[in-house]
């Protein structure tokens, strides 16, 4: 597959990966051939980029997800119907909830040697639901590097799903749901339920906390805040890169979002998580555009763990036949050469 911008996709393209709606249903599946009225619903309801299938590229068809295509549906859904009854002022199912944890972190710990590749396809309406499952997952794997037990994770995944329980509260009211405003009001909807530990509500009081004080709400330094709140710190600020929704001007890959993590180390995140998490994030996902410092351009479609710099890179050349032909260039191996450009 090959993640395009949306303005380079054509009618004809085969969609790579299944768009879900707001709901958790499937709005559009994988290996639909697109018309031009599926490419235009797609850029009117927000989607800037899509994975588009490539019959040079079958085997990343096969590529490893660390979360079932049955667990992202449960989780937006139950994410729909927990933010749902926030804004109508309804308690929210806290049974549903530990239930849809219990299957997320399953698969996080079957699957824990998976490098994270944000690669789900946001719309305007699923985005914030899937930038909850998408910050639960990041902190949970940082969970099992860290090597917290059973009860922490469960703790840990249950509070980074939430970490933004207070922002659709503040809307309903009409009010601004700035950091300081929406981390104080999760606090007290997580505190209130009694099924949850209180360090779950600290996670949505304390996310948007520096680790040098700078922080919101309540200008805390280092271990005053309190681990998995370092933790869904660094998955968060990750996700907000990667979409816009951060102080960035701009969407940014993830090899840019990584290096201006690493410059908030000790900071306004913590050194000790950030190194775990470079560890575990691909920094190259499989089906980006590179260029080579051999002047190459090629498609990531390997990953090696521990070494998330160093993807396998198939490059694509023209022969004398005016046929097309392909090798790999593995950057663990071929250590002098490196990957100069993203493209697209």
């Known amino acids: ?47 800037t980029n899509v994975y588009i299938k490539d019959a040079s590229m079958q085997e990343m068809e096969e590529q490893e997800e660390i979360l079932s295509e049955e667990t992202k549906v449960g989780i937006i859904k139950q994410m729909s119907e927990t933010m749902d009854s ?40 699923n985005a914030e639901y899937i930038h909850a499952m998408n910050v639960c997952m990041i902190s949970s794997l940082l969970g099992v590097s860290l090597h917290l037990n059973q009860v922490q994770l469960k703790e840990l995944a249950i509070g980074a799903l939430l970490h933004d329980l207070g922002k659709p509260d503040l809307e309903a009211d009409g009010e601004n749901g700035d950091s300081k405003r929406h981390t104080w009001r999760g606090f007290e909807l997580l505190k209130a339920k009694r099924e949850f530990s209180l360090l779950i509500a600290h996670v949505a009081f304390q996310h948007h906390e520096h680790v040098d004080g700078t922080g919101e709400p309540r200008g805390l330094i280092g271990d005053q805040i309190h681990l998995y709140s370092r933790i869904v710190a660094v ?3 990750f996700d907000n890169l990667l979409t816009g929704d951060s102080e960035a001007s701009r969407r940014l890959l993830p090899h840019e979002a990584c290096e201006q993590m690493m410059a908030m180390s000790g900071t306004r995140l913590d050194r000790e998580i950030l190194v775990h998490f470079m560890r575990i994030v691909s920094i190259y996902p499989n089906g980006v555009s590179v260029r080579l410092t051999t002047k190459e351009t090629g498609i990531v479609v390997g990953q090696h763990r521990g070494l998330p710099g160093r993807p396998i890179v198939r490059v694509l050349q023209r022969e004398s036949n005016d046929s097309l032909e392909s090798r790999e260039i593995d950057l663990a191996k071929h250590t002098t050469v490196f990957i100069e450009q993203v493209l697209g």
């Open 1 to 47: 597959m090959k993640y395009v911008d949306i303005e380079a996709v054509e009618p004809g393209d085969i969609l790579g990966k299944t768009i879900y709606a707001v709901n958790g249903t499937v709005l559009l599946s994988s290996n639909v051939q697109l018309t031009v009225f599926m490419i235009s619903t797609l850029r009117r309801i927000g989607v």
């Open 235 to 237: 998955a968060n600020t």
């Open 86 to 125: 926030i804004r109508s002022g309804k308690d929210f199912n806290s049974r549903s909830i530990s239930l849809t944890i219990e299957d997320l972190l399953f698969d996080v710990i079957r699957n824990k040697d998976v490098l994270v590749q944000l690669n789900d396809i946001r719309t305007r309406d």
